[in-house]
């Protein structure tokens, strides 16, 4: 029996795979988990001899109700946009392992998730006979992937939202030089809360989001996580091989909470993996939450690592319904409080991710720090988990630190770090500088963007 899914509110009934990536979000509100997780333990041996697409296929399998031939078609269009075969390689740094996520087409750990919804969404739409409109609001990186992943997809259009001269110039020119007739960049007078706030309310409107057949492929859609949890599996087994340690632990520098979340399902599973590590920003509700059990919201600071400059983690719902014992009632009952009071309190139950947070001044320390003393520069997301990595890791087991960006996306705290102009270059980068680009400016209402999509949407 494959495995289906259920909403951590427990509302709505079991769903297949399908349903519950085009979906995105449970009907009730709550997000859509497995209704079991298998135990790989007996085939951990076999599977550390797979390539990076075979051990993807073996995963995704466990999970989704596709063909095989299907699953295998859709992973190889996925990784060949990857500029190395292994995709996510692990190289040695100094006294840890770095797993670099970024060698996509944005240079982040998004893609590795998002190249793939990309194939797997028009096959499911081909297979409904159906459209989508897909819906993003972003503060830069997500938009970028998201784009990449869906450009060019012939029943997918998709529409981003971000708000006008306040992404960084260069994650603005990832997203609109790519001029694909199915991408839509609108640039959104205001902030990112006023793009989230548009996505709510068009999302709320029932009517018209099924009309117009709107969709959404941000971090809380499980297909997501599913794509993450292979490069734990993969990495393990890559740090085993070069340390030949039975145990081995994971930095993740983390925002919405879906990355480590990955993580989570993977040790579930059987994965032989000790310390899982969260390492927030100056942004730490998580790990005020994981230290002493205070989940409650704070202001958002702007940092030099903006991906990470979260509040609420929109993932954190699927770890709670773990830790409240699988209870959906308990889960109704914590998020009504915490989104009536903006608190939660988690204190009861085993404290099985470690957190710590990484100011600003010790997150470029550690760029300094490993482009001194290993010649190996850290993207900002990358340091802060690295910085939290170290103070909080088993001495005895190798530990692997995950690469979320590549550093070129960073130019300022490269700069800030080392003092020098000009250290982190990328030839993807350099080829955006110039070119054309395509974006419409629209006020920060939702009217407008109702207005946009009804003129631009598939089928509207
Ligand atoms: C999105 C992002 C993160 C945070 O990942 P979550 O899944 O939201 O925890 C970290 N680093 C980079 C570079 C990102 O783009």
Same mark, same amino acid.
């Given at each position: 029996?494959?495995?289906?899914?259920?909403?951590?509110?427990?509302?709505?009934?079991?769903?297949?795979?399908? +349903?519950?990536?085009?979906?995105?979000?449970?009907?009730?509100?709550?997000?859509?988990?497995?209704?079991?997780?298998? $135990?790989? =333990?007996?085939?951990? $041996?076999?599977?550390?001899?797979?390539?990076?697409?075979?051990?993807?296929?073996?995963?995704? !399998?466990?999970?989704?109700?596709?063909?095989? %031939?299907?699953?295998?078609?859709?992973?190889? %269009?996925?990784?060949?946009?990857?500029?190395?075969? +292994?995709? @996510?390689?692990?190289?040695?740094?100094?006294?840890?392992? #770095?797993?670099?996520?970024?060698?996509?087409?944005?240079?982040?750990?998004?893609?590795?998730?998002?190249?793939?919804?990309?194939?797997?969404?028009?096959?499911?739409?081909?297979?409904?006979?159906?459209?989508?409109?897909?819906?993003?609001?972003?503060?830069?990186?997500?938009?970028?992937?998201? #784009?990449?992943?869906?450009?060019?997809?012939?029943?997918?259009?998709?529409?981003?939202?971000?708000?006008?001269?306040?992404?960084?110039?260069?994650?603005?020119?990832?997203?609109?030089?790519?001029?694909?007739?199915?991408?839509?960049?609108?640039?959104?007078?205001?902030?990112?809360? $006023?793009?989230?706030?548009?996505?709510?309310?068009?999302?709320?409107?029932?009517?018209? *989001?099924?009309?117009?057949?709107?969709?959404?492929?941000?971090?809380?859609?499980?297909?997501?996580?599913?794509?993450?949890?292979?490069?734990?599996?993969?990495?393990?087994?890559?740090?085993?091989?070069?340390?030949?340690?039975?145990?081995?632990?994971?930095?993740?520098?983390?925002?919405?909470?879906?990355?480590?979340?990955?993580?989570?399902?993977? =040790?579930?599973?059987?994965?032989?993996?000790?310390?899982?590590?969260?390492?927030?920003?100056?942004?730490?509700?998580?790990?005020?939450?994981?230290?002493?059990?205070?989940?409650? !919201?704070?202001?958002?600071?702007?940092?030099?690592?903006?991906?990470?400059?979260?509040?609420?983690?929109?993932?954190? &719902?699927?770890?709670?319904?773990?830790?409240?014992?699988?209870?959906? /009632?308990?889960?109704?009952?914590?998020?009504?409080?915490?989104?009536?009071?903006? &608190?939660?309190?988690?204190?009861?139950?085993?404290? %099985?991710?470690?957190?710590?947070?990484?100011?600003? $001044?010790?997150?470029?320390?550690?760029?300094?720090?490993?482009?001194?003393?290993?010649? @190996?520069?850290?993207?900002?997301?990358?340091?802060?988990?690295? /910085?939290?990595?170290?103070?909080?890791?088993?001495?005895?087991?190798?530990?692997?630190?995950?690469?979320?960006?590549?550093?070129?996306?960073?130019?300022?705290?490269?700069? *800030?770090? @080392?003092?020098?102009?000009?250290?982190? =270059?990328?030839?993807?980068? %350099?080829?955006?500088?110039?070119?054309?680009? !395509?974006?419409?400016?629209?006020?920060?209402?939702?009217?407008?963007?109702? &207005?946009?999509?009804?003129?631009?949407?598939?089928? /509207?």
């Amino acid at each position: 029996m494959s495995v289906r899914y259920i909403s951590t509110r427990g509302g709505p009934p079991p769903r297949s795979f399908s +349903e519950a990536a085009l979906a995105g979000l449970a009907e009730d509100g709550g997000l859509l988990i497995p209704n079991r997780i298998p $135990d790989v =333990r007996d085939r951990l $041996d076999r599977w550390a001899r797979l390539s990076y697409p075979d051990l993807a296929f073996e995963v995704i !399998r466990l999970y989704a109700d596709l063909p095989e %031939d299907v699953l295998r078609r859709l992973i190889a %269009d996925g990784v060949h946009r990857f500029r190395t075969p +292994e995709v @996510t390689p692990v190289v040695p740094a100094g006294p840890v392992h #770095i797993l670099e996520l970024f060698h996509g087409p944005t240079l982040a750990f998004k893609d590795v998730a998002l190249q793939f919804i990309g194939p797997l969404f028009d096959h499911l739409l081909a297979q409904a006979g159906q459209d989508l409109n897909v819906l993003v609001a972003t503060s830069g990186d997500t938009g970028s992937a998201a #784009i990449a992943g869906l450009r060019g997809r012939d029943r997918v259009r998709i529409f981003v939202m971000h708000p006008r001269g306040r992404v960084s110039p260069i994650q603005e020119r990832q997203m609109t030089t790519v001029l694909d007739e199915n991408v839509f960049n609108l640039a959104v007078e205001g902030t990112f809360d $006023d793009c989230q706030r548009i996505m709510k309310g068009l999302f709320a409107d029932v009517p018209f *989001k099924e009309r117009l057949r709107l969709g959404a492929v941000n971090s809380v859609n499980w297909a997501r996580v599913l794509c993450q949890i292979v490069y734990y599996v993969w990495s393990v087994f890559r740090v085993r091989e070069a340390t030949g340690a039975g145990r081995v632990q994971m930095a993740v520098p983390t925002g919405n909470f879906g990355n480590v979340l990955a993580g989570y399902y993977a =040790r579930r599973m059987g994965l032989p993996l000790d310390r899982l590590i969260l390492a927030t920003n100056e942004n730490d509700i998580l790990t005020r939450c994981f230290t002493r059990g205070d989940y409650s !919201r704070g202001e958002v600071v702007p940092t030099l690592s903006p991906s990470m400059d979260i509040q609420v983690a929109s993932n954190f &719902e699927r770890y709670l319904y773990y830790r409240l014992g699988e209870d959906p /009632a308990r889960v109704r009952e914590a998020m009504a409080g915490f989104e009536g009071g903006g &608190e939660l309190r988690l204190l009861e139950g085993p404290a %099985d991710i470690l957190a710590g947070r990484a100011d600003t $001044d010790e997150m470029l320390a550690a760029i300094r720090r490993y482009w001194q003393e290993h010649r @190996t520069l850290l993207d900002p997301h990358t340091a802060v988990g690295v /910085a939290v990595g170290e103070r909080l890791r088993d001495p005895d087991l190798p530990l692997v630190c995950q690469a979320t960006a590549h550093p070129a996306k960073f130019p300022d705290a490269i700069r *800030k770090a @080392t003092g020098q102009d000009g250290l982190a =270059r990328h030839p993807l980068l %350099d080829a955006i500088l110039t070119g054309e680009t !395509r974006r419409y400016d629209l006020p920060g209402e939702v009217g407008a963007v109702r &207005e946009f999509l009804e003129r631009n949407g598939s089928g /509207a």
